[in-house]
T-cell receptor, first 112, second 116 residues
Framework: DAKTTQPPSMDCAEGRAANLPCNHS???????VYWYRQIHSQGPQYIIH???NNETNEMASLIITEDRKSSTLILPHATLRDTAVYYC?????????????FGAGTRLTVKP | DAGVIQSPRHEVTEMGQEVTLRCKPI?????LFWYRQTMMRGLELLIY????????DSGMPEDRFSAKMPNASFSTLKIQPSEPRDSAVYFC??????????????FGPGTRLTVL
């Protein structure tokens, strides 16, 4: 699975959009981009995933560049409860490739 | 559904003692994962099971660690003998697995282990 690079930390003002970048320059054609987050002392929580098209759900939007070498997770109106570590993970989506491995992630702090 | 259930939530033990962590996955999920999280090493995948069969245990740190899944609704992670460096939060996660679409992985609340 391709390696990802994320900034170690970011701040965002409450009510503003939080844009979290992720570089995955070695991504291959059959690998997906996944985002999870971990709020302090809880288990990680799934946010969103995508292959090449932009995706949106009730939690966030995922923008993947055309060359797929980077992506951005967007929280459109960040709240204090969005303060967490956000993990970007790249992996194939197949029955035999069943594990989800986490890097260091980005610690997002939403400030009042 | 109650989600992934882990017990105990907190465990304090002395070096050399045996520790057993327990996990009940979400009903209907056929894949189960054990992770360990520390400040130094982050969130590490230890082992995972598909249909109760261990698939990849390459993350298990050493022979002192063992995991079992005797049935679809129960798994254990055992450390014997425990050492202070095993102190960490241990997470269990489960999901359904199959070809095609991705299925969300659900994590339990974790067990905070302290080995004195």
């Amino acid at each position: 699975d391709a390696k990802t690079t994320q900034p170690p930390s970011m701040d965002c003002a409450e009510g503003r959009a939080a844009n979290l970048p992720c570089n995955h320059s070695t991504i291959s054609g059959n690998e997906y981009v996944y985002w999870y987050r971990q709020i302090h002392s809880q288990g990680p929580q799934y946010i969103i995933h995508g292959l090449k098209n932009n995706e949106t759900n009730e939690m966030a939007s995922l923008i993947i560049t055309e060359d797929r070498k980077s992506s951005t997770l967007i929280l459109p109106h960040a709240t204090l409860r969005d303060t967490a570590v956000y993990y970007c993970i790249v992996r194939r989506n197949s029955y035999n490739n069943n594990d989800m491995r986490f890097g260091a992630g980005t610690r997002l702090t939403v400030k009042p | 559904d109650a989600g992934v259930i882990q017990s105990p939530r907190h465990e304090v033990t002395e070096m050399g003692q045996e520790v057993t962590l327990r996990c009940k996955p979400i009903s209907g999920h056929n894949s189960l994962f054990w992770y360990r999280q520390t400040m130094m090493r982050g969130l590490e995948l230890l082992i995972y099971f598909n249909n109760n069969v261990p698939i990849d245990d390459s993350g298990m740190p050493e022979d002192r660690f063992s995991a079992k899944m005797p049935n679809a609704s129960f798994s254990t992670l055992k450390i014997q003998p425990s050492e202070p460096r095993d102190s960490a939060v241990y997470f269990c996660a489960s999901r359904t697995s199959g070809t095609g679409s991705y299925n969300e992985q659900f994590f339990g609340p974790g067990t905070r282990l302290t080995v004195l």
